[in-house]
Nanobody, 124 residues
Framework: VQLQASGGGLVQSGGSLRLSCTIS????????VGWFRQAPGKEREFVGT????????FYADSVKGRFTITRDRAGNMVYLQMDSLKSDDAAVYYC??????????????????WGQGTLVTVSS
């Protein structure tokens, strides 16, 4: 399984950006696909995840109400729509996938497949 994140770039504070995660190879219905981010000098943090093929999504409190994750029916594309962007959202964003129980979706170690990351820069 391979993942590739794309869509990063420079956006003004308050603006929007949509990231894409292209998934190749075979994932099962038990795989969740999540987004993480890492800003310079900070630890990688959970952003949100699409839980298995349930249609359910879960988000970090810091992005709830501003970010939306969608997954296409075939399961080959996962999107992260980011609205009302703030300077604190600037980071390298990664998509990741793996099988896990619901209580572990915020733990990066639960994801066994990772994309290479895409940079999001927010200007004030």
């Amino acid at each position: 399984v391979q993942l590739q994140a794309s869509g990063g770039g420079l956006v003004q504070s308050g603006g929007s950006l949509r990231l894409s995660c292209t998934i190749s190879g075979r994932t099962t219905s038990s795989h969740s696909v999540g987004w993480f981010r890492q800003a310079p000098g900070k630890e990688r943090e959970f952003v949100g995840t699409a839980w298995r093929n349930s249609g359910n999504t879960f988000y970090a409190d810091s992005v709830k109400g501003r970010f939306t994750i969608t997954r296409d029916r075939a399961g080959n594309m996962v999107y992260l729509q980011m609205d009302s962007l703030k300077s604190d959202d600037a980071a390298v964003y990664y998509c990741a996938a793996g099988p896990m129980i619901l209580s572990e979706i915020r733990n990066a170690r639960s994801y066994i497949y990772w994309g290479q990351g895409t940079l999001v820069t927010v200007s004030s």
